[in-house]
């Protein structure tokens, strides 16, 4: 097991209530050195020439997450590829406003978004603020390239389309308060799109607009209260690895 260790520490209270920086330091480790770094870093803290800390936030996670598992919807045109993503958003717990919203949103891109959007899967109001840039997800890979790329060929899964976006939903999917994930890809040959999400994995739809179109786009729906500046830190900016459920080594 790997895990992410992050401390911060401040004197006179927590940052967000003022205090002063006094020092910070991200590890990744296997598990048997985390108690010699978390008291290294607790010391760091309370030892530091800037001053001792009366703040220290520490937090140590696993940074594993399951790969999703994959399956096929039907859809033989764009508009059945619609119809099967409202199912599948709303099966996976989006409410059918925020899917209907969300599509009329991916579907009125006139130029595709380098990341994200994140929208509330009860209201379907956008709540990132990350304007034309949105959310990129980032940081993630499979712990075992050669095990994955052998199991996506086992399951006739070819291309560099599906070997990155299964890799990206399964972070996804993995975020705290995510509900489901919307996408079509933006190169104008590669038509097909997906839902993912943490109950249902990854459900792929073969056609989710026409061909020649170059406007793809993602669309990241939440619980109503989640923290989105957690939810931004943890796609941007956490290490995560993904590793398959059962046999396979990836
Ligand atoms: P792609 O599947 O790479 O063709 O991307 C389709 C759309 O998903 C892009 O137009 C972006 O809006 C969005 N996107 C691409 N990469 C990311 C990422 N790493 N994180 C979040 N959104 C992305």
């Known amino acids: 097991m790997l895990y992410s260790v992050k401390m911060r520490s401040a004197q006179g209270g927590a940052h967000e209530l003022g205090g002063r920086h006094i020092s910070g330091a991200e590890r990744i480790l296997p598990g048997d050195q985390l108690d010699y770094a978390v008291l290294t870093m607790l010391h760091r803290a309370r030892e530091h020439e800037r001053g001792c800390a009366d703040f220290i936030s520490l937090k140590v996670e ?33 409410s059918i406003n925020a899917a209907a919203r969300g599509l009329a949103m991916l ?11 994140v929208l509330d899967a009860e209201s379907g109001l956008r709540i990132d603020g990350m ?3 949105g959310v990129r997800a980032s940081k993630m890979d499979c712990v075992d390239s050669r095990g994955y790329d052998d199991y996506l060929q086992q399951s006739g899964l070819v291309g560099d389309h599906v070997r990155e976006a299964l890799v990206l939903a399964s972070k996804v999917a993995g975020a705290e308060g995510m509900v489901a994930e919307l996408c079509w890809s933006d190169d104008p040959n590669y038509v097909t799109g997906y839902v993912a999400s943490p109950v249902y994995g990854y459900r792929r739809i073969p056609v989710m607009k026409e061909r020649g179109n170059g406007v793809g786009g993602r669309i990241f729906f939440v619980r109503p209260n989640t923290d989105v500046a957690k939810l931004i830190n943890y796609l941007e900016e956490q290490v995560v690895l993904i590793k398959p459920q059962e046999a396979l080594t990836c």
């Open 131 to 133: 304007g034309e840039r």
């Open 107 to 117: 579907n009125g891109l006139t130029d595709s978004m380098r990341g994200a959007m």
């Open 62 to 94: 696993e940074i594993y997450k399951p790969l999703l598992a994959f399956s096929t919807c039907k859809a033989a045109t764009a508009a059945e590829g619609h119809r099967a993503a409202i199912d599948e958003l709303v099966r996976a717990g989006v």
